[in-house]
């Protein structure tokens, strides 16, 4: 009996299933900055973006954030993960004229 538990246990704490279980933090249109970075621009979430394990192989759905932001009239894309990011209580700021 006490080998079926521990046989199950190990079965649903699976790195795959652990991987699955990462709470998204932000929403789409939340406004960011990269975390320890005091220059760093402020950026808007755009979504979610999966990601392969180059060491695993597995594929991350919830935890790689694709911002934007803009420099100069010009728009830049960029793919974070949502750990080196914090949320920013101001919106806005780009489009304001």
């Known amino acids: 009996m006490a080998k079926n538990a521990v046989a199950f246990l190990i079965k649903t704490l699976t790195f795959k ?3 699955s279980m990462i709470i998204k933090k932000f929403k789409p249109g ?3 900055k990269i975390k320890g ?3 760093a621009q402020k950026m808007e979430v755009v979504r979610y973006v999966s990601k392969k394990d180059p060491l695993t192989g597995t594929i991350n759905n919830n935890t790689f954030v694709e911002c934007v932001h803009y420099r100069y009239g010009e728009r830049f894309t960029r793919t974070v993960h949502q750990n080196r990011l914090v949320k920013l209580i101001e919106s806005g700021g780009i489009y304001q004229s």
Do not use: S
């Open 30 to 32: 939340d406004w960011v």
């Open 17 to 19: 299933n652990y991987k």
């Open 37 to 39: 970075d005091n220059n």
